[in-house]
């Protein structure tokens, strides 16, 4: 279902990606969890200091062998164009590493929770975080009036974990309008710029990356990403050129991304496909105005390999979808190549892309609209590591970061959609890791 498509995309970054308020947590004594290990075949008891948990491998969580995909379902993937970066290479300003490796986290309420987590990401051997920077978080109480004492601290956290870190700026104050609460360009985008100005300086040297936005191609009522209005280019590349300038003027060594699109079928008011959105940007004149084209990458039910031309045409992989069949392309990982493609016709081959958001969701809720593309809890990380691996072999050297999703919002439950795509249990002080996080912890990389 179209429908489902479009709840989908806002799961996989639209709510989710704002700073929910939590309680302030009591101190809670030490607690047993379970954690998964990546060793199918055996399990061993062990003991993993931590400040407020003691971890024990228990036989229920030990990973099962994941499910074989049919082979109708996959493809080889085409010979890659370019060659990696030899070791020890400087990388030219503005170009990363290919692949580099980020998880998106949710660091905003809770200063231990982000420990935590923070540690989780960096004990995986991952060197990016994304974190939203909401607008309306820090100079919600007016023009001018700032709050700096949580992204400072989490500036400061991430900085102490040696990790790099992006962050999602969107979500105007009040005060700003564009047709608040939904997530909407302010009436006067002066403001979004004097924002990012002041953030920008603040930090000039500390975020590596700014996101500009996300969605920009969704309005569906209640949840819109564009403030109630059809999702249109032209306007979004507005955006992005001031936004751009403003960041830049401030941190020029800064890399600014643009806004990750949501893979969609549906064509109206509602919605309008990523790939007819990038062209609408380019048409605009958005080329000079990102150092990385932002990029969402779900999997639905089937292997990263997975050739978007099979599940185009398979309606068990693309859920009877009765939309043309070249949009039905969206329904599996590799389309992240479609959106390439229009980069190279667009003659910015030179570029590379940010794969902002991607995953596989668990959902066993049966009237879930997710529930149709569930995998299991071992394919889950298979499938995160298979794309890892498919991108450093087949997308060097255009891909850059690679965040997936999620390292977990703890208020999340088993009722929300979000709590079923997370790499480990959301809970604290309770840690229960899930097999995708031991077996990306696991990875080559």
């Keep these: 279902m179209v429908l489902g498509l479009l709840i989908l995309a806002l799961a996989a970054g639209g709510c989710a990606g704002r700073n929910t308020p939590t309680p302030t947590p009591t101190k809670t004594p030490k607690t047993t969890v379970t954690e998964a290990t990546a060793t199918p075949a055996a399990v061993q008891a062990e003991q993993t200091p931590r400040p407020t948990n003691t971890l024990v491998v228990q036989a229920s969580d030990t990973p099962t062998p994941a499910t074989k995909a049919p082979a109708s379902n996959t493809a080889t993937p085409a010979t890659p164009t370019g060659t ?7 990388l030219p300003p503005g170009r990363l590493k290919s692949p580099e ?10 200063p231990e929770v982000a420990q935590r987590d923070l540690e989780l990401i960096r004990d995986a051997g991952f060197g990016w975080v994304k974190q939203t920077f909401a607008w309306r978080d820090i100079e919600g109480a007016g ?5 700096w004492e949580r992204p400072d601290r989490i500036v400061d956290q991430v900085q102490e974990h040696g990790l790099k870190l992006i962050v999602r700026v969107d979500s105007q104050p009040q005060w700003a309008g564009g047709k608040y609460p ?3 360009p302010p009436n006067n985008m002066k403001d979004f710029t004097d924002f990012l100005t002041t953030l920008a300086t603040r930090y000039k040297g500390r975020i590596a990356a700014y996101q500009v936005w996300n969605e920009p191609n969704l309005n569906v009522p209640g949840r819109s990403e564009w403030g109630g209005r059809p999702p249109n280019p032209a306007e979004y590349t507005q955006m992005l050129k001031v936004a751009y300038n403003a960041i830049k003027a ?3 060594a800064t890399l600014v991304v643009s806004a990750g699109l949501a893979p969609t079928t549906r064509k109206d008011d509602v919605a309008m496909p990523d790939i007819d959105f990038l062209r609408g940007m380019y048409a605009s004149g958005a080329k000079p105005y990102f150092d990385l084209l932002g990029v969402h990458g779900a999997g ?12 185009a045409k398979d309606p068990k992989l693309n859920n009877n979808d009765p ?10 990982f590799r389309h992240v190549e479609d959106m390439r493609k229009v980069m190279v016709e667009n003659g910015d081959a030179n570029k590379q892309v940010a794969v902002l958001e991607f995953g596989w969701t668990t959902d066993p809720r049966p009237d879930s609209d997710y529930h149709w593309f569930a995998v299991t809890d071992r394919q889950q990380g298979d499938y995160l590591v298979a794309a890892y691996n498919h991108a450093a072999r087949f997308w060097t050297p255009w891909i850059g970061l690679m965040s997936l999703i999620y390292m977990p919002n703890n208020d999340w439950t088993k009722d929300q959609e979000e709590y079923w795509w997370s790499i480990i249990e959301p809970a604290y002080p309770e840690l229960k890791l899930r097999p995708a996080y031991v077996l990306l912890k696991n990875m080559a990389k």
């Design 101 to 110: 490796y980020g998880m998106q986290a949710f660091l905003w309420w809770r």
């Design 143 to 147: 023009k001018g009036q700032f709050d």
């Design 250 to 252: 401030a941190d020029p």
């Design 84 to 90: 990696k970066t030899p070791a020890g290479t400087p």
């Design 323 to 332: 939309s043309p069949e070249e949009r039905k392309r969206i329904y599996c």
């Design 300 to 311: 639905y039910a089937v292997p990263p390999s997975t050739d978007p031309a099979v599940v």
């Design 182 to 184: 939904e997530n909407g």
